[in-house]
Nanobody, 121 residues
Framework: QVHLVESGGGLVQPGGSLRLSCAAS????????MKWYRQAPGKQRDLVAT???????NYADSVKGRFTISRDNAKNTVYLQMNSLKPEDTAVYYC???????????????WGQGTQVTVSS
């Protein structure tokens, strides 16, 4: 089995920074595309940032220039550095990964349990 565990959420003032981490553990051959999503109360879950196994990245327009996604393939960990945080960034942030459990197997999608980020003065 594969497990994704997020950490690093919390309460921060507007303009502040947080760094989220998502560690994948279990039977992992290869972690392919990794993504961060967020879901605010009463709203749908939205894609925030994507990173491929080669390090190519994409961001939602709302976070471009403020958030940075990165990964450490040796540690099977993906990060989301969030700067210049705004109240509208308040949400539960979820990690999503497409992971192969063995060579030649198709990649399956796994989700973490989410971590709360609250931006408020």
């Amino acid at each position: 089995q594969v497990h994704l565990v997020e950490s690093g959420g919390g309460l921060v003032q507007p303009g502040g920074s947080l760094r989220l981490s998502c560690a994948a553990s279990g039977s992992i051959f290869s972690a392919n595309v990794m993504k961060w999503y967020r879901q605010a109360p009463g709203k749908q879950r939205d894609l925030v940032a994507t990173i491929t196994s080669g390090g190519s990245t994409n961001y939602a327009d709302s976070v471009k220039g403020r958030f940075t996604i990165s990964r450490d393939n040796a540690k099977n960990t993906v990060y989301l550095q969030m700067n210049s945080l705004k109240p509208e960034d308040t949400a539960v942030y979820y990690c999503n990964g497409f992971i192969q459990m063995r060579f030649g197997a198709p990649a399956s999608s796994y989700w973490g349990q989410g971590t709360q980020v609250t931006v408020s003065s």
